[in-house]
């Protein structure tokens, strides 16, 4: 009985390595466009953007929000690519985590009596998705994990390779 358990979760390994880069190139898509998106609406409507830093009390709110905007709109494009992407990723965390630290003040107070005010905050998944990245990487279907295997010759783990 305790074969087969280790036999199943041997399997189970397995279909986690082959199941993760199509994971983290979904994340990157969805993610990385959802901040392309995201990016591009702020520029195209700085009057507000800037208006809405300056209720947060942001210093130099039209160059913030340009600099904020940006980073989610360049660094969307290269999430969607793979390329950079543990790079980009800490600009985007340090963008996220300042957008809930300043406009989500009252979910932070609150997150354990109710945390669920905190998850459905807005920039809330876009931390997630970026500190996924930056902690697990952009997987081997990027322009990363391109690089990696031909321009650089490191190999990467590939469900062929780990067998455990």
């Keep these: 009985m ?26 990157r898509l969805a993610w990385g466009w959802e901040s392309f ?3 591009r609406g702020h520029l195209n ?7 809405f830093f300056q209720s947060l009390n942001i210093p130099a ?7 904020s905007a940006s980073t989610e709109m360049v660094g969307g494009l290269l999430l969607m690519f793979g390329l950079g ?22 979910q932070l107070i609150h997150v354990f ?15 997630i998705a970026s ?3 930056l902690a697990f990487g952009p997987g081997i279907l990027s322009i990363d994990g391109i690089l990696a295997r031909t321009v650089f010759r ?7 390779q780990n067998r455990s």
């Design 154 to 160: 490191r190999k990467t783990a590939t469900p062929l």
């Design 45 to 51: 409507h700085i009057p507000e953007t800037t208006q």
């Design 113 to 127: 009596s109710d945390p669920d005010k905190l998850i459905d905050y807005t920039a809330f998944p876009f931390l």
């Design 85 to 106: 992407a543990r790079l980009v990723a800490i600009p985007l965390v340090f963008n996220f985590a300042v957008a809930i630290a300043t406009d989500a003040h009252d």
């Design 2 to 27: 305790l074969a087969l358990a280790i036999r199943c979760y041997k399997l189970l390994i397995r279909f986690g390595v082959y199941l993760a880069p199509i994971v983290l190139l979904i994340v």
């Design 61 to 67: 709110p039209k160059v913030n929000a340009i600099i």
């Design 131 to 133: 500190l996924v990245i």
């Design 37 to 39: 998106e995201s990016g």
